[in-house]
């Protein structure tokens, strides 16, 4: 298993300023993810944090709105930028730790732009 | 275009009975699905999880069943405690791991004691 840490667990920003989330992980991971869950919908995946490299992005996401880093194994971050209320939302960091396992989340950080 | 359906938002089952929550799929590509619990203020949690390869997968009193035909699976809690009270998503990927999610919209139970 991981234990994942997300900073701020919760945060009242005000539109069109940025805010950085982090994720720390206890033990070097492979894959890392990031994960939107707007109120009241599912989970969608923003991007794959890569190691060293850029991440990679689904579609309807950006690197200018949603820029990622990945220093190391243990860590992550996601910055949301140029905030607005639609960017209102619960941010995730996922792991994966193998072929063979699940992967795990932290705790999310409850984003709301006013 | 939701991939990953969970057509209802919530339910209601008297402790002791079996809770049954539903979810349908659309791309056949998917071969790995999971469930995932998730409590307030707090990450999602696995669950259970079944490969196509199989049409049911069992572990203390989670079950989950697959018809790969109807691209549908369904998660079984018998008996239901209280602590069971959480919000339920379906996941599925192309392979087990590292691949990444694609969730349905969860489920709310309520275990009624």
């Known amino acids: 298993s991981a234990v994942i840490s997300q900073k701020p667990s919760r945060d009242i920003c005000q539109r069109g300023t940025s805010l950085t989330i982090q994720c720390q992980v206890d033990?070097?991971?492979?894959?890392m993810f990031w994960y939107r869950q707007q109120p009241g919908q599912s989970l969608t995946l923003i991007a794959t944090?890569?190691?060293?490299?850029?991440?990679?992005?689904e579609s309807g996401f950006v690197i200018d709105k949603f820029p990622i880093s990945r220093p190391n194994l243990t860590f992550s971050t996601l910055t949301v930028s140029n905030m607005s209320p639609e960017d209102s939302s619960i941010y995730l960091c996922?792991?994966?730790?193998?072929?063979?396992?699940?992967?795990?989340f932290g705790q999310g950080t409850r984003l709301t732009v006013v | 275009d939701q991939q990953v359906k969970q057509n209802s938002p919530s339910l209601s089952v008297q402790e002791g009975r079996i809770s049954i929550l539903n979810c349908d799929y659309t791309?056949?590509?998917?071969?790995?699905f999971l469930w995932y619990k998730k409590y307030p203020a707090e990450g999602p949690t696995f669950l259970i999880s079944?490969?196509?390869?199989?049409d049911k997968n069992e572990d203390g009193r989670f079950t989950v069943f697959l018809n790969k035909s109807a691209k549908h699976l369904s998660l079984h809690i018998v008996p239901s405690q209280p602590g069971d009270s959480a919000v339920y998503f379906c996941?599925?990927?192309?392979?087990?791991?590292?691949?990444?999610?694609?969730f349905g919209t969860g489920t709310r139970l309520t275990i009624i004691p």
């Open positions: 996922s792991v994966g730790l193998g072929p063979d396992t699940e992967a795990f």
């Open positions: 033990s070097q991971v492979t894959m």
């Open positions: 944090a890569n190691q060293g490299s850029e991440a990679t992005y």
């Open positions: 791309n056949s590509m998917f071969d790995y």
């Open positions: 079944i490969s196509s390869i199989k």
């Open positions: 996941a599925a990927s192309a392979k087990r791991g590292n691949e990444k999610l694609t």
